[in-house]
């Protein structure tokens, strides 16, 4: 049987987008706008552009188990970063998977183009062919 939907907006169903948003939901990658009310269903957006930030934090999920913490003390530049992203940007910083616009801007704001989103899975692909 095809499992519940996770998110309002992505029914549930063996073709795309389902099988795939269900399986970065299921992996901890993904996880959908906050809602109103715990009860409530989240909302994915899965035809949405995705913003610089969210790509840096579905990264950061996708590679948590291979990605070295930053020595104490090492906190990523960018000025321009939300706090609430600290934890998750500053690893994939470090390990240089990810880059700024300059060596202290993010622009977390700006949706990533197709080409950014490609760079950064190929750095995270290569940490994880460089570790057991």
Request: aromatic share 12%.
């Amino acid at each position: 049987t095809i499992p519940a939907a996770t998110f309002s907006d992505v029914p549930s169903g063996a073709g795309y987008p389902f099988v795939y948003v269900e399986a970065a939901a299921a992996a901890g990658i993904v996880k959908g706008f906050p809602t109103a009310t715990p009860s409530e269903v989240p909302r994915f957006g899965p035809y949405e552009n995705v913003l610089r930030i969210q790509v840096a934090q579905m990264l950061a999920r996708a590679g948590s188990e291979k990605l070295d913490p930053p020595p104490p003390g090492i906190v990523h530049p960018f000025y321009d970063a939300p706090s609430y992203a600290e934890a998750e940007l500053a690893p994939i910083w470090q390990m240089g998977i990810i880059k700024g616009r300059s060596s202290v801007v993010y622009d977390p704001w700006t949706p990533a183009t197709r080409g950014q989103v490609a760079e950064m899975l190929f750095r995270l692909r290569s940490v994880f062919q460089a570790r057991p």
